[in-house]
Structures are given as structure tokens and as C-alpha cells.
């Protein structure tokens, strides 16, 4: 055993300190946002599904598994769920800058994590169609991902999807 290199060690789910980005920060006060940050992740995973137009088998199952794992999500009562639902849908429907808001709702240590999310549902289904794409890069630019870290996020959820 002496001959295995050790690359991971276990980690706790504590979160380890930010960099202060007085700029991001300075930012987000003065905004009132009506998003809570279970609304915007909802949002963000719907949006994701249906970019497309249609709901994939593969996709409603990620979905589900998402948000019973999800610590942003499981803590919500089925009825909690249903209004975050509901609230998220009626958006859609009446603000064409929805989506958008949505993802400045987002603290930004969880927008990374959101749109490897948003990759993954995008992916289950195991086509990357033009519609997908295009809403991958507009999340990237609403979440202010750099693109680099996009393209690592979708190459690695494309290799777990392969396998």
C-alpha cells in the first residue's frame, strides 16, 4: 500500500472562508430581490429541464434525486415545495427577465455548484441540443462563471454521464 499516492483525503461539509470581493459584494446591497435562494435554485433547475421544450424521463428523475438530496431543497415541507413550484412557474410566465433574476438571487459561493446542476439535468438525457447550449451560456453569463470553470463543469459532467 505504500505505493498509493494520496490525492483526496475526507472533507467535512463545512464551508471554507470566501475571498472578500468588495466589488460582488458592494453590488448585491441596495438590490431587494424577491427570490428566495429556494425559488432561484427551482428556477434555475427548471429552466435547465424545459430549455429545450420538453421534459426528458431522465431529466424528471434527476430532478427528483436533486431535490432530495438537495440541502437547499429537502428541508421544504411537500407543501413548501409546491409553492416554491408554483411561485417559480408564475415568474416565468410574467417577467421576461425571470431567469436572470433568478441567478442574481444566487449567493455567489453556491453559482458554481447551481449550474453544474444545471449541466447535469441539461445532460441526462444524453444530448447537448443547440436550445441546451444556448441556455447554458446565458446562465453562465447571468451566474458571471468564468468560462473556463463552464467548460471544466460540462467536461466533467459529460465523462460521469459516459460511464
Avoid at 18 to 47: R, T, Y
Avoid at 92 to 113: G, I, W
Avoid at 130 to 155: C, P, S, W, Y
Wanted: with cysteine.
Amino acid at each position: 500500500m505504500s505505493d498509493v499516492q494520496i490525492i483526496f483525503s475526507p472533507t467535512t461539509t463545512e464551508k471554507a472562508p470566501i475571498p472578500l470581493d468588495l466589488e460582488a459584494l458592494s453590488s448585491q446591497f441596495g438590490k431587494k430581490s424577491d427570490w428566495s435562494i429556494p425559488e432561484a435554485f427551482m428556477c434555475l433547475v427548471l429552466a435547465a429541464a424545459f430549455c429545450d421544450g420538453e421534459l426528458a424521463a431522465e431529466e424528471k428523475v434527476e430532478i427528483a434525486a436533486l431535490v432530495g438530496r438537495s440541502r437547499t431543497m429537502k428541508t421544504l415541507s411537500q407543501q413548501e415545495l409546491a409553492k416554491v413550484n408554483a411561485t417559480v412557474n408564475e415568474r416565468m410566465k410574467v417577467r421576461p427577465t425571470a431567469l436572470e433574476e433568478a441567478c442574481n438571487s444566487l449567493p455567489t459561493d453556491m453559482r458554481l455548484s447551481v449550474f453544474a446542476h444545471c449541466v447535469d439535468i441539461v445532460l441526462a438525457d444524453g444530448e447537448l441540443r443547440q436550445a441546451e447550449a444556448d441556455f447554458l451560456n446565458r446562465v453562465t453569463t447571468f451566474l458571471r462563471i468564468e468560462a473556463e470553470k463552464a467548460k471544466q463543469v460540462l467536461t466533467v459532467i459529460m465523462l460521469k454521464n459516459t460511464y
